[in-house]
């Protein structure tokens, strides 16, 4: 590579440190070329259209992206799941009150159809307020991006369970 003295022009085949003919210390010229070097290039983030798996992806001044925080904690508005043991709790009570005044006077059979029906009122009442839960929390599920699997299920298994309870207060009422 030959190279020119800035001083008095004349060209120097061998690269040295000071001119050989005026003596004027010459600047260094690096063997750096940048033609052997690849091309830079810059990349947005995100999900490139084609990428190329042989091209080399070079990100310039990349900044790192905010990742926040968001707790997922299903809070619905009104809570069906705590109506629906209020519920339980107030036919069973109903049930055993009424089983208790009535016990051995002459309509104790009617009674206790009675008090029989309303505890599997309640629980029928209760599942299908708890189903009534689970369906909204499956909806919450899919709009956080969460699968809904268990809670569809908990929603079928409560429609069922209640269906079998309205049967049974039927046979009660029915019998009586």
Known sequence: MAQQCPSCGQQLLVQTKTCS?????LPQISTFSPVNEP???TVMIGQPAMPNPNQPVI???AQPQQIIYIPLKFSPTPNWRNWS????AVGLLLSVIVSVF?????ESGATMFLANSVCCMSICVAAFMDAAYYS????WELSTGQSNTNSKIGMI???VFGLVALF???VFLFAW
């Not at 003919?21 to 210390?25: E, N």
């Not at 009535?102 to 002459?106: A, H, K, Q, T, V």
């Not at 909204?136 to 909806?139: A, E, L, N, Q, V």
């Open 102 to 106: 009535n016990e051995g006077s002459m």
């Open 59 to 61: 990100i310039n001044n």
């Open 21 to 25: 003919y005026c003596g004027v210390a």
């Open 168 to 170: 049974f207060v039927s």
């Open 39 to 41: 091309n830079p290039q």
């Open 157 to 159: 298994f409560d429609i």
């Open 136 to 139: 909204m929390k499956s909806d």
């Open 85 to 88: 043991y209020l519920v339980i």
